[in-house]
C-alpha cells in the first residue's frame, strides 16, 4: 500500500504498535520485523518504577480481552532513550510519556515537561499519555482547568524545544474511552486552541459491560479488546466530527481483524494501532490490517 503522510511525517503503512507493550524501547527492532508502520514505545516517566503489585494483568480469553493494572512500570526515561538510540530501525518511533506514581497530580506537569525535553530529540512524535486508569487521579487531567492548564505548559515548553533544535516533533495526546459528549467537546477544542498535531483514541476502559460473569473480569484495571472495541470507535468518530480534519486522529481500541481496522478509518483515523489484537491473533495481524487498509482505499479511489 502507499505510504501515509500526516503530522508531517511519512508513515510505511498505517499500522503500528499502541503503547504499553515495549515500556523500555527494547524490543524495537525485533518489533519492526512485524511490519509496523511504526512504533509507540512507553509510557515512560521520569524516574523508574515498578509499577503495581503482581498479578497485575489478566487475559480474558473467552471476550479476547485484556485487564490490566500495570501501573507505568518501566525503567524511567534516560533507560528508554538509550535504547531508541541504539535501534536500527528507521520508521517513526512515537515516545509516549507519563508522570510518576509519586509525582502529585497537581505537579503532573513537571513529570510531563522533564520527559519532554528528554525524548524531544529522539522521538518521531511525542504521545501525552493522560488516560491510563492505573495511576491515581491521572484521568482527572482530561477535564476542565486542569486539561488547559496543563496543555498550555507543555505546548510553550514544546515550541521553545522546536526553536531551540531547529526541528518540529509532532505532539499527540492520548485519551480514555470513558468520556463524556462535554469532555469530548471540550478536548477537542483544546486540541485546536493549543495546536496539538494528533490524537490517540483510546486507552483502556473502566467499563465491564460483556465481561462481567467472566473469570477475572471483576478485576480492578483497564479493559482492552473486542469489549472496547465499538465505544472506542464511537469516541474516535465523535472526535472526529468535531475536529474536522485539524488533528490527526489515531484509532485503537479492539482492532482483531483488517475488518474493525478499517472501521477506524472510517470513523476518522488516518493511522491505528494494536495491543490486544496482537496477542490473540498472532503477528499475522499487521499485514491483515495494513491490505484491508490498503484495499478500502483503491476500492473509494476506484469509485
Ligand atoms: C498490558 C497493557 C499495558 C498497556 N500499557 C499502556 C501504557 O503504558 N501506555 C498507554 O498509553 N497505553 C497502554 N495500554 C493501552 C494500549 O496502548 C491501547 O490503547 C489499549 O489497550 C486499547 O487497544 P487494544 O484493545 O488493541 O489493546 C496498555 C494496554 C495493555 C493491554
Redesign the pocket.
Known amino acids: 500500500m502507499q505510504p501515509t503522510d500526516c503530522m508531517g511525517l511519512q508513515f510505511a503503512n498505517p499500522v503500528g504498535l ?4 515495549d ?1 523500555n524501547g527494547e524490543y524495537i527492532d525485533a518489533l519492526a520485523e512485524l511490519g509496523f508502520g511504526f512504533i ?1 514505545v ?2 515512560v516517566t521520569p524516574k523508574p518504577q515498578a509499577g503495581n503489585d503482581k498479578p497485575r ?1 489478566f487475559r480474558l480469553k473467552q471476550a479476547d480481552a ?1 485487564i ?1 493494572r ?1 501501573g ?1 512500570n518501566n525503567h524511567g526515561v534516560d533507560y528508554l532513550i538509550d535504547n531508541v538510540q541504539r535501534c536500527k530501525y528507521k520508521g517513526n518511533i512515537g515516545i ?1 510519556i ?1 508522570k510518576n506514581a509519586a509525582t502529585p497530580v497537581e505537579q503532573a506537569a513537571d513529570d510531563y515537561v522533564y520527559c519532554l525535553e528528554r525524548v524531544y530529540p529522539h522521538a518521531s512524535y511525542i ?1 501525552v ?1 493522560i ?2 486508569p492505573n495511576t491515581k487521579n491521572l484521568r482527572d487531567l482530561q477535564s476542565g482547568e486542569a486539561l488547559t492548564a496543563l496543555l498550555y505548559t507543555i505546548k510553550n515548553r514544546h515550541s521553545q524545544l522546536a526553536s531551540e533544535y531547529g526541528f518540529y516533533v509532532p505532539l499527540v495526546l ?1 485519551v480514555a474511552p470513558d468520556l463524556e459528549p462535554e469532555q469530548i467537546d471540550y478536548i477537542a477544542k483544546q486540541l485546536i486552541d493549543f495546536e496539538i498535531d494528533g490524537l ?1 483514541a ?3 476502559t473502566l467499563k465491564r459491560t460483556g465481561v462481567e460473569d467472566l473469570p477475572d473480569g471483576d478485576q480492578a484495571g ?1 479493559l ?2 473486542r469489549p ?2 465499538h465505544t ?1 470507535t464511537q469516541i474516535l468518530h465523535q472526535f472526529a466530527e468535531q475536529l474536522e480534519d485539524k488533528v490527526t486522529l489515531i484509532g ?4 482483531d481483524s483488517g475488518e474493525k481496522a478499517v472501521k477506524k478509518i472510517k470513523a476518522g483515523a488516518e493511522l491505528v ?6 496477542i490473540y491473533r498472532g503477528p499475522g495481524l499487521v499485514q491483515s490490517c495494513v491490505q484491508a487498509i490498503g484495499g478500502y482505499y483503491d476500492a473509494i479511489e476506484g469509485q
Open positions: 499502541a503503547a504499553g507493550l515500556k509507540e512507553g509510557t494483568l485484556i490490566n500495570m507505568f509516549n507519563g504521545t499519555n488516560s491510563s492520548k490517540i483510546t486507552n483502556t483497564g482492552s479488546g472496547v472495541s472506542s485503537v481500541g479492539g482492532i494501532q494494536l495491543y490486544t489484537g496482537l
